[in-house]
């Protein structure tokens, strides 16, 4: 795949879009394993910023705590600080931009070469959360149809 490089110096730089539940986990680990991307996922950094009390993850705790969505210059903040020297061949951004200011402040920092948008049937989506327990202290999370834990209801 070729395409104009990103102003981080990437081969590519892949946008994974979908639904909660549309699959973009298990896609991105294929990826990952299959084509060596790092994988930067919204959600997986929201956790780890908040977790390790970083200055950002101090913000968005307090938009979470009180029930809010975290502000678009946050999620952007810690995207942005995530990718900024990291000189991977390949970047894969998971749920990210979910909004237009988002996607517009992307748009300014780097150039992204494919956009992957899962389009799944809503009576999909609800089969499959349907399925699903996530592990509290582990943050995994497993799918009892496709992802099972080794030992049921156990992490």
């Known amino acids: ?24 986990g298990t896609i991105s680990k294929k ?7 790092h994988h930067v996922s919204t959600g997986d950094m929201l956790r780890a910023n908040v977790r ?18 975290v502000p678009d210059d946050v999620i952007v ?6 990718t900024e020297g990291n000189n991977c061949e ?10 237009l200011g988002q996607a517009e402040t992307l748009g300014k920092n780097m150039a992204v070469d494919l956009v992957l948008n899962l389009a799944v049937p809503t009576e999909e989506i609800v089969q499959r959360a349907a399925g699903r327990w996530m ?16 030992e049921e209801g156990k992490d």
């Open 90 to 99: 390949h970047l894969l951004l998971d749920g990210f931009p979910r909004t």
């Open 77 to 82: 903040a810690m995207v942005l600080s995530e």
């Open 52 to 69: 390790n009390g970083t200055e950002l993850g101090k913000k968005a705790k307090e938009y979470m705590d009180s029930g809010g969505l």
């Open 135 to 150: 592990h509290p202290a582990s943050g995994r999370t497993y799918a009892y149809d496709y992802n099972p834990p080794k």
């Open 31 to 37: 990826l990952i394993k299959d084509f060596g991307f």
């Open 1 to 24: 795949l070729q395409g104009p490089l990103s102003t981080c110096g990437r081969d590519i730089t892949t946008l994974i879009m979908g639904p909660p539940g549309g699959g973009k």
